[in-house]
């Protein structure tokens, strides 16, 4: 437990100038520098032209037919991961939680906002167009059998680009409804600094729902392929109507879509009720804490009655001391919940932790894991922060899993730009096997991805840093768009903050025992 107190005397230290320090030793964080890093990952990850903006110019145009040969404009958005697919689902996801992450801790980003505003529009000017036409959202750019068989630049790329789609007939109500979400979470971002903006994403979102809603059925189904086995849609499609629903409601305050919510919230729990999912495929445990402030109190619960305990049963399943954890932790203290690309978890799990910590803050509650684990606030962020800091490089490995932060972080990551020469130094065209070479070698990627934060450790937190063991190597939109969140908030809420006190240490130092 030594680390934690050594740790927060370097905080202490490092708050002053911490725009120019970086990791200088073990446990010292500057979460100013992560946070841009994690914003700057998303122009790596850009599809389409690009801006004069562009700060990651290793990176050049790309794509720039999608939708083309369908007589639609497709251009733009974001590959999700390390290969060269507008998967549009989980872009959506993403787009929700890094605006989400806007919404709760904008106010701690400074400077970082504009980039953070400018990262979501990047994908909301896509969604604009990917639903265009009435009744028809565009759910996909890019064969995914034809993408994952080369190894090839996205400036290069000469794959199918396949458009795939969903209509009344061939319905997807899962990825119609997180476009939606991501559409309306995202007019909250633009409300006061481009209000027109604003009013059209919330316009777009309310017609795209009624579309998800009124043409039930999965994208598995209508869209073949495309979908399964890459984000195949296993938890059904109801949690992303509801959570489309809360966040039409928090965006426009209409009754009609709290009626939803309260209308479908019980169905969702009693038929499809996971406690400790949350990440692009199930929304559950996010419904419940976005909903947490808004639904009345506890102790009248005349609006949703279960959507607390639901939350609260979600906090119980994570922590590490509740007699019903139902995660793992590596012996370092990490989060494990999936083989492939775990970071997801801990970033979304930690994010609603942190939210959730807000929200029994401000209404003075507590939870309770049994009869014996009272969990405040304070215990739910100092887990949100080991898990934000055994990212950061404060593991067994010393290792930071954001590349390009710290001293020490992945050198072969699991992506085809960041791996391959870029464009200004290898001009001519290389074709799909021609990468090949540049997979197998042991040397380091020659694009620095920065601020991409890899799927993470073994559980028992060992690193092989190899690209071809993807689930450990590759970063995902995903994994960084709730950290954007998380980073923020640490970057702003030193000892000075009024969540710090003397309990911090001791809880904090509770989790490591
Ligand atoms: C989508 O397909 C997967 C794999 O076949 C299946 O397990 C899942 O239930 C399907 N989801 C829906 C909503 O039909
Ligand atoms: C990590 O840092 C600590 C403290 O500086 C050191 O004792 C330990 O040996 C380091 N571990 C590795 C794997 O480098």
Redesign the pocket.
């Known amino acids: 437990m030594g680390?934690l107190i050594s740790f927060s005397l370097v905080l202490f230290l490092s708050v002053s100038n911490e725009m120019t320090l970086t990791v200088a030793?073990?446990g010292q964080h500057s979460y100013a520098d992560a946070l841009a890093k994690s914003i700057l990952f998303f122009e790596g990850q850009r599809s389409g032209k690009l801006p004069a903006s562009q700060r990651m110019t290793w990176r050049k145009d790309s794509a720039l037919q999608d939708g083309h040969y369908m007589k639609v404009d497709l251009v733009g958005g974001y590959y999700d991961a390390g290969d060269n697919v507008k998967f549009n689902f989980p872009m959506a996801f993403s787009t929700t939680m890094l605006a989400w992450s806007v919404v709760a801790f904008g106010q701690s980003m400074g400077s970082q906002l504009q980039h953070a505003q400018e990262a979501i529009r990047w994908a909301t000017d896509y969604f604009l167009k990917s639903t265009s036409t009435p009744d028809v959202v565009y759910a996909q750019v890019g064969n995914p059998y034809g993408d994952h068989d080369c190894w090839e630049r996205p400036e290069d790329m000469d794959t199918l680009r396949t458009v795939y789609f969903v209509t009344k007939d061939h319905p997807g109500s899962e990825v119609a409804a997180e476009t939606a979400a991501a559409l309306a979470a995202s007019s909250m971002v633009f409300a006061s600094s481009d209000p027109s903006y604003s009013k059209s994403l919330l316009q777009r979102a309310k017609e795209v729902f009624r579309f998800a809603d009124t043409y039930r059925g999965s994208y598995n189904d209508s869209i073949g392929g495309g979908a399964c086995p890459f984000y195949c849609d296993f938890s059904g499609y109801m949690d992303e109507l509801v959570w489309a629903a809360a966040w039409l409601y928090k965006a426009s305050g209409n009754q009609e879509y709290w009626d939803y919510l309260a209308n479908n919230i019980d169905k969702l729990e009693s038929i499809y009720y996971a406690p400790t999912e949350f990440g692009w495929d199930s929304k559950h445990a996010g419904i419940n804490v976005l909903m947490a402030d808004v639904s009345p109190s506890r102790s009248n619960p005349s609006g949703i009655p279960m959507l607390h305990a639901n939350a609260d049963k979600f906090i119980c399943s994570v922590l590490p001391e509740s007699p019903t954890k139902n995660v793992r932790y590596s012996p370092g203290g990490l989060l494990y919940k999936a083989e492939a690309t775990n970071m997801q978890c801990v970033t979304a799990i930690s994010f609603l932790l942190l939210v959730y910590a807000q929200h029994l803050s401000a209404s003075n509650n507590v939870v309770h894991c049994g009869e014996q684990v009272v969990a405040d606030p304070n215990r739910l962020i100092a887990f949100a922060k080991s898990q934000v800091d055994y990212i950061l490089g404060h593991n067994?490995?010393?290792?930071s899993y954001m590349v390009g932060y710290g001293n020490?972080f992945p050198q072969r990551i699991h992506h085809r730009g960041s791996s391959l020469p870029s464009v200004d130094k290898h001009p001519k065209h290389m074709g799909c096997k021609d990468g090949t070479p540049y997979i197998l070698t042991s040397n380091p990627n020659p694009n620095v991805l920065v601020g991409a934060v890899v799927g993470g450790p073994a559980v028992d937190d060992t690193y092989a840093d190899s690209r071809t063991l993807f689930r450990q190597s590759e970063p995902t939109t995903y994994i960084n768009a709730p950290l954007v969140g998380l980073l923020a908030y640490f970057n702003s809420h030193s000892m000075t903050s009024r969540y710090y006190h003397p309990n911090f240490l001791m809880d904090a130092n509770k989790m490591t025992e």
């Open positions: 680390w030793s073990k067994p490995l010393n290792m020490k």
